[in-house]
């Protein structure tokens, strides 16, 4: 590793001492109560439901009196039923899918998009990115948060910022080619495809390509990925991990050591809890990830339900950082899956497939990856009627419940009408996603 790699980006609050910083939380974490207390009736109806009152919380230690907040509460409150702070004072909106067709949203004042940046930089300079790096950024632009959460942490550090968003993957390669990239900021299945096509390009990227490393996230990935990508292209691969309910990419992310992503803890608190019990669970166990922001002003959240699953380390790591590190996310306590970077929800495909007529209330999903694409084919069972057409009558039958979820989802899907009755009954929960990838 050269000296640059072991920079920390703001070592004043990533290593703190645990005592100091649970002290720094506990301040934060008081202020922000009382912002949403003030501010967001949904917070103070639950608060005043369970007898709380802002001034009960008298630290980190109280975290498990405050209510939880999850998905439905953005879905319910959309748009600005959450906003903590006037209109006026919001400077960006950021959002993601939600469980049913609209998105939810959330708001940043201009002091949260500095946080959010900062926890960025911190990330870039994780992966030892500075005032040198050429970094190629090949998440999406617009409302998801990954191109302009990693844009805006790369220009923090200095780094020269090739905003490419994602696609066009020849086009890519021929840009980290020209441009010298040394960096690559896009999801992990992304990483792979760049990295199969470079090959099948005959680029030897040892000789070739200026890369060496490359920060990768926004869906579940594993070491044995890694270690394909690390060889594909000949760099240092790093897991980063955030959602847009906290901000968007640089909640958390590993160092170069690659030993679990360190949490940004001056600026969310994260827990685990059983997802049972919803009880708080200590260090080392295995349970939901939640998070309560501690500094954010447009959309505060308290105890906010991620549904990933994890686990927290609190040991300080090689590189000198002190805060908390998670695990790579283990899996889903709900039914979300992430395709090709986006959330889907199967209610989502509910919805789409029961606002068409001539569909039953049975599909089944199967997810599936080729090569480094996942694929995605909608099995619908179809109405007596509805099968017995012409194939002509079937073929556009197909093409509109392809536009249809194409346009709700923003993703394409394989159609497969499948006879009455073909598809399998459930007696219990319906099973209603088979999801072939091996990660
Ligand atoms: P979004 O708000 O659309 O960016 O989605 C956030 C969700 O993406 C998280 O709750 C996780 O389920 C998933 N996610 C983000 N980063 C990672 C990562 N590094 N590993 C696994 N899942 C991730
Ligand atoms: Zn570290």
């Not at 608060?47 to 439905?72: H, Q, S």
């Not at 940043?108 to 040198?132: F, L």
């Not at 990935?221 to 760099?235: C, G, Q, V, Y």
Request: charged share 25%; hydrophobic share 35%.
């Amino acid at each position: 590793m050269r000296e640059r790699e072991y920079k920390i980006w703001n070592p004043e609050m990533e290593c703190m001492d645990r005592e100091q910083l649970v002290k720094l939380q506990g301040q934060r974490l008081k202020e922000t109560v009382k912002r949403v207390y003030d501010n967001v009736p949904m917070y103070r109806k639950r608060m005043d439901d369970k007898g709380i009152k802002p001034e009960d919380i008298r630290g980190v230690e109280d975290l498990k009196y405050l209510p939880f907040t999850d998905k439905p509460d953005l879905r319910d409150q959309f748009p600005y039923g959450l906003f903590a702070v006037p209109k006026h004072d919001i400077v960006r909106i950021q959002g993601s899918s939600g469980t049913t067709g609209m998105p939810i949203v959330t708001g940043y004042t201009q002091h949260d998009v500095d946080v959010w940046t900062e926890m960025a930089a911190r990330s870039v300079t994780m992966a030892g990115g500075g005032p040198d790096d050429i970094v190629q950024v090949c998440y999406g632009y617009g409302l998801f948060t990954g191109g302009l959460g990693l844009h805006q942490g790369a220009t923090q550090v200095g780094a020269m910022v090739i905003p490419m968003s994602s696609g066009n993957t020849q086009r890519q390669i021929n840009m980290l080619k020209a441009m010298g990239s040394t960096m690559l900021c896009c999801t992990p299945s992304y990483a792979l495809l760049i990295g199969e096509t470079v090959r099948e390009m005959g680029i030897d990227p040892k000789k070739e390509l200026k890369l060496r490393a490359g920060v990768f996230g926004a869906e579940p990935w594993s070491d044995k990925i890694r270690a394909r990508i690390e060889e594909l292209l000949n760099i240092d691969a790093l897991d980063i991990y955030g959602l847009t309910e906290m901000a968007g990419p640089g909640v958390s992310c590993e160092c170069l050591y690659k030993c679990g992503m360190h949490v940004n803890e001056d600026h969310v608190i994260p827990e685990i809890i059983d997802p049972d019990t919803l009880e708080p669970l200590p260090y080392g166990e295995k349970g939901e990830l939640v998070f309560s922001t501690i500094t954010k002003e447009g959309t505060p959240l308290l105890r906010y339900r991620t549904h990933d699953l994890c686990r927290l380390n609190p040991e300080k790591c090689q590189c000198g950082r002190t805060n908390v590190r998670m695990d790579r996310i283990m899996g889903r306590t709900d039914d979300m899956l992430i395709i090709r970077g986006v959330n889907v929800f199967p209610s989502q495909i509910e919805t789409v497939l029961m606002g068409i007529p001539g569909v039953t209330p049975h599909f089944l999903l199967v997810v599936d990856r080729v090569g480094p694409t996942d694929t995605m084919e909608i099995q619908v069972e179809v109405t007596d009627e509805i099968f017995g057409d012409t194939v002509a009558d079937l073929q556009s039958f197909s093409k509109l419940i392809y536009e249809r979820i194409k346009s709700a989802l923003g993703l394409s899907a394989n159609i497969k009408l499948v006879p009455p009755k073909s598809i399998p009954r459930f007696e219990g929960k319906a099973r209603r996603v088979q999801d072939n990838r091996k990660l």
